[in-house]
């Protein structure tokens, strides 16, 4: 399938998307409430055939935190980047992807880790890196390095 | 509807819990291996990583992009080469910077060079995994010859930093092609030795046959890469599927099996050595003259916007995505190492298993720790 042809497919099926400018590859912006719907039909659907998910990572914009999906087909080989964002820095919660690419249990753990964003009915969301008693999350921007572990 | 892989792991409290690990000889790092026991079957693994994390993401939104590439040498030292051209070829396609001819011809060889390098240091320590303590002694033979050749030609033998955004350091030693050629021809005669030695055992094959069967859907489904993967049949060569650097000038074949076992891993491994050497061959006489590097400016700043660039290490797929915001610095590296989501399939294939399976079920994977822990 062509961008053109994904964009037109997305769109279809869930409302509220928006496309944000990409210069590499297609992004997809998904209200967070129709994350798993979407992440289900892409993986499910066997025009689309998203059935490996590459990298799964968070990012802090400081505005809002995300969750940034790298998904490829490896029938059809194109390429999607996945986004879902929140405003709320106290208590960010998306859906799990886990059931649907086996790989994201622990890139969802890692991103827990490191910025604290809650993965909701996750067989097992604990510290990946960081020990389990460390308090904050090391990769958000408003993290305070008491220690002075990485600025000297 | 495709069928739903499930192997989420259910702990009770009169489960028969023993330690593998952190330092266990046979993780070749520090890798804490949780094994819940049904006599000597394992009915869980569960990996607890994290022992060298140091934080290199967080590092890197403290550094300019040149910096960058030195850290990137420190999660699969063995394949470092090819860590620090992910990150020059992401900052390069921002910043459309075309480097010469020269550069991309020397970065396939010494990508190769490494690849070689580092399948030898695997396969010597995997037939040590298992018990073959000879394999250890010719392995680490012919990755000294290559290890000379990197010495001479940047000063450094295992964490080299020759890539910079734009080209190479400095220029390729004089000596570097022969010396190069005179290794294939070497390496040629001393790699039927190694199926000599260990591939034909016995005792190794009843331990590696039939192991650890991977199906091509879980190797999709949990993004095992590398020749992990493509023993199960999953297509997932990045130096084939989307070249990068001189692969598209060069005629070699993605080697691909479907059995999935330990055996097919191990094996799938020694033949890309062999396909390493062609593509050396291929190019080592036609490196064309030119600068070794691009102009670039001594400040890099990538302009706005989100970057992923992919490569092909020896263990499977790296992936780096730059986020930028028009400074110095970038706001966001985020590291796709292969081995962290390789680790993660092995209670998948692992459980049910002897203990000593599990090492020699790790051991094809291949696993290398400071690259999960990043």
Same mark, same amino acid.
């Given at each position: 399938m062509t961008n053109d042809q994904l964009k037109e497919k997305i769109s279809e099926w869930v409302s509220g998307i928006e496309f944000p400018e990409n210069k590499q590859y297609l992004e997809v912006l998904v209200p967070a409430n129709s994350l798993k719907k979407l992440a289900e039909l892409l993986h499910n659907t066997p025009e689309t055939d998203?059935?490996?998910?590459i990298s799964l990572s968070g990012v802090d914009y400081v505005s809002h935190l995300a969750v940034v999906y790298h998904l490829e087909s490896t029938s059809h080989k194109h390429f999607l980047v996945m986004k879902v964002k929140t405003e709320d820095r106290e208590n960010p919660n998306f859906d799990t992807v886990n059931e649907i690419w086996r790989t994201a249990e622990w890139y969802e753990r890692e991103v827990f880790d490191m910025f604290g964003i809650k993965f909701n009915n996750h067989p097992d969301l604990r510290r990946l890196l960081?020990?389990?008693?460390?308090?904050?999350?090391?990769?958000?921007?408003?993290?305070?390095?008491e220690i002075k572990m990485i600025e000297r | 509807m495709k069928e739903v892989i499930q192997d989420i792991i259910i702990r009770n409290s009169d489960d028969y819990i023993i330690n593998m690990?952190?330092?266990?000889?046979?993780?070749?790092?520090v890798l804490r291996l949780e094994l819940s026991l049904q006599g000597e079957k394992v009915k869980y693994v569960v990996p607890h990583i994290g022992?060298?994390?140091?934080?290199i993401e967080k590092m890197c939104e403290r550094d300019t992009y040149q910096q960058i590439i030195h850290l990137?040498?420190?999660?699969?030292y063995l394949s470092a080469h090819m860590n620090n051209e992910a990150v020059c070829l992401n900052v390069e396609n921002a910043l459309e910077v075309e480097v010469p001819e020269r550069v991309k011809y020397i970065r396939t060889i010494l990508d190769e060079l490494n690849r070689l390098a580092s399948h030898q240091l695997w396969w010597c320590a995997f037939g040590m995994d298992l018990g073959a303590l000879t394999t250890f002694f010719y392995g680490l033979r012919d990755r000294e010859v290559i290890l000379d050749i990197f010495e001479e030609s940047?000063?450094?033998?295992?964490?080299?930093?020759?890539?910079? =955004?734009? $080209?190479?350091?400095h220029d390729i030693h004089p000596n570097f092609q022969k010396r190069t050629k005179e290794f294939i021809k070497y390496f040629r005669k001393k790699l039927p030795e190694y199926d000599q030695l260990l591939s034909n055992n016995v005792i190794f094959q009843m331990r590696t046959k039939g192991i650890g069967y991977m199906s091509k859907e879980v190797a999709i489904s949990y993004g095992v890469t590398g020749p992990s993967g493509r023993a199960s049949g999953?297509?997932?060569d990045v130096r084939k599927n989307h070249p990068y650097s001189a692969y598209d000038k060069v005629d070699f074949k993605e080697i691909l099996d479907t059995t999935g076992d330990t055996f097919t891993r191990y094996k799938l491994r020694i033949a890309e050595m062999w396909e390493s050497m062609n593509i050396i061959e291929q190019l080592i006489d036609n490196? =064309?003259? $030119?600068?070794?590097?691009?102009?670039?400016?001594?400040i890099i700043k990538l302009p706005v916007g989100e970057y992923y660039q992919r490569v092909e290490t020896s263990r499977g797929e790296m992936g780096v995505f730059i986020i930028s915001?028009?400074?110095?610095?970038?706001?966001r590296v985020k590291f796709r190492t292969p081995n962290f989501a390789n680790l993660f399939v092995l209670n998948k294939i692992g459980s049910g298993n002897k203990i000593a399976d599990i090492v020699a079920i790790s051991g094809s994977l291949d696993l290398v720790i400071p690259d999960i822990d990043r």
């Open positions: 998203f059935d490996y998910l960081m020990d389990d008693d460390w308090v904050g999350f090391p990769l958000r921007k408003d993290y305070k390095d | 690990g952190p330092q266990h000889p046979s993780t070749h790092g022992y060298i994390h140091r934080g990137t040498d420190r999660f699969d940047f000063g450094s033998r295992l964490l080299h930093s020759f890539n910079t =955004p734009g $080209g190479l350091m999953f297509s997932c490196i =064309p003259e $030119g600068d070794y590097t691009a102009k670039m400016k001594p915001d028009g400074n110095k610095f970038p706001v």
